[in-house]
């Protein structure tokens, strides 16, 4: 039974693509970053559960990456979130016309079927603790399902801070 709801959790995850745009400032040398901490008063956006498992992903994530939390950080973190419902997609089509002579005209009403996907929005900056400035941002876009399990919700943000960090720190040219 472990194992079906291991391969479900990995067909979730896998049909939800994760969309993630990097952005950062081409001067910056990276290699001056080895510690960090987050903004005291970040509002993520997210709920309470959601923004800890968040924390705990990007912690994880870092630490593997050989960066610390600090109380004296190199840089501190940013994040911020919005969720929004996408118009759906399928429609049906109702059309009248007619024809008078070489006259003609027509009316074409579409209907939405179903409802959109739900999206979440999150937007990870890191800010450089001396310049007080942007040095690096993600924004991640992935389809979020309010009423998922924890279990759910834990591995789609693990999958999510992974996607991020892959690109930290970018590959600049020497």
Not at 60 to 70: D, R, T, V
Not at 101 to 106: F, L, T, W
Not at 130 to 146: C, D, M, R, V
């Amino acid at each position: 039974m472990r194992l079906l709801s291991i391969i479900v959790l990995l067909v979730l995850v896998s049909c939800a693509p994760i969309r993630v745009n990097y952005d950062y400032d081409r001067t910056t040398n990276f290699e001056n970053y080895k510690t960090y901490q987050y903004f005291a008063d970040m509002n993520t956006g997210l709920s309470e559960l959601d923004t800890n498992r968040l924390l705990d992903a990007l912690d994880a994530k870092m630490a593997e990456k050989g960066y610390s939390i600090s109380k004296t950080p190199d840089f501190f973190i940013d994040i911020k979130s919005r969720s929004y419902q996408e118009a759906p997609k399928s429609t049906v089509g109702i059309g009248m016309g007619g024809t008078s002579g070489n006259m003609g005209g027509g009316v074409s009403v579409g209907i939405p079927v179903g409802q959109g996907n739900v999206n979440r929005e999150i937007t990870i900056d890191f800010v450089d603790h001396g310049k007080k400035q942007l040095f690096w941002q993600a924004i991640s876009e992935s389809s979020f399902n309010p009423d998922a399990t924890p279990e759910i919700r834990n591995n789609m943000i693990n999958a999510i801070v992974g996607k991020v960090l892959s690109q930290y720190p970018p590959e600049q040219d020497k």
